[in-house]
């Protein structure tokens, strides 16, 4: 089991809170409920890709919304660059709350050493399956969901590596991540009615700089038979291939060409352009 520390921010630096919990999913419920994003330290946690993207999941919301938050994003970044040393040399994975319900503008962070998955997942792909579910409120990162789905979350053990959220028929994306599917040489994503991940961006740029055509409707469930390749993505995992979806194998059930050529791409991205905490 990982060691998770949770922290209250505060202009004056931060509070360690005395909450025992085996998963972040698990202490983000004992926190407030409120705006969350959540990503990987890179460089020795030194460096995080997209880290803009993740601190406006937090800021811009409680813009409009009227919320001060109690550090400002340059406060937030010096407390998170003290904190992820903790684990230096090694990574950390982070999750950051910006509360909207109780104690208003509350920041937290909890953090836990970050372990790589298998390379054996990457290269072999894994298994996920869709259920009728989907966000209220797609485009805000809030942890209401995570209560809601959290009998879904229950089904991610053993095989089960990720759950896909459907609605109408369709698929949208991952419970904690995105999802592409490959057809025709061609990639195709959902843009209505998802989050628009932070990698999620990374990955669609990349795929337009190897020439790669894209196309945006939701999968409808009845086609991933036809598809040739799939994939999710998220800020702590990178590009994960997708070989089977329910009872249906995707493609040649390994990854596919596209799939590993971007995850190449998406790598060198990832060392160009992490910005430095």
């Known amino acids: 089991m990982s060691f998770i520390l949770a922290y209250e921010l505060t202009a004056n630096g931060e509070k360690a809170l005395d909450i025992q919990a085996a998963s972040p999913d698990e202490l983000t419920r ?6 969350y994003t959540t990503f990987r330290t890179l460089a020795g946690g030194t460096k995080v890709l997209g880290l803009r993207a993740h601190l ?16 400002s994003r340059a406060e937030l970044k ?18 950051l709350i910006l509360s909207a319900s109780d104690s208003p503008g509350a920041v937290y962070a909890i953090l836990e050493p970050f372990h790589p998955l298998p390379a054996e997942i990457y290269q072999k792909g894994v298994y996920v ?6 966000r209220a409120t797609p485009r805000l990162k809030s942890t209401t969901f995570i209560e809601r789905s959290q009998p879904a979350r229950q089904l991610v053990q053993g095989d089960t590596f990720e759950v896909l ?6 698929i949208l994306e991952g419970m904690t991540s ?6 025709d040489g061609k990639l195709g994503t959902a843009r209505k009615d998802i989050l628009l991940g932070v990698t999620r961006r990374t990955v669609l740029r990349v795929a337009r700089g190897s ?3 894209i196309l945006y409707p939701a999968l409808k469930r009845e086609q991933v038979p036809a598809l040739d390749e ?11 291939p997708v070989v089977q979806i329910d009872d249906v194998t995707v493609g040649e059930g390994r990854p596919g060409s596209v799939t590993k050529k971007l995850s190449i791409a998406y790598d060198e991205y990832v060392i160009r352009h992490a910005e430095i905490i």
């Open 30 to 35: 004992h926190l407030p409920t409120g705006f």
């Open 56 to 71: 406006d999941r937090l800021y811009q919301p409680a813009a409009v919304q009227g919320i001060q938050p109690a550090v």
């Open 78 to 95: 010096r407390a998170l660059a003290r904190l992820v040393q903790r684990n230096a040399p090694g990574e950390s994975r982070v999750r």
């Open 129 to 134: 399956i869709s259920l009728p579910l989907e």
């Open 165 to 170: 959220l459907m609605r109408a028929g369709r």
């Open 178 to 183: 995105n999802f592409f599917y490959v057809k």
């Open 211 to 213: 020439g790669l055509d």
């Open 230 to 240: 799939a994939f999710i993505t998220s800020s702590s995992r990178g590009i994960v």
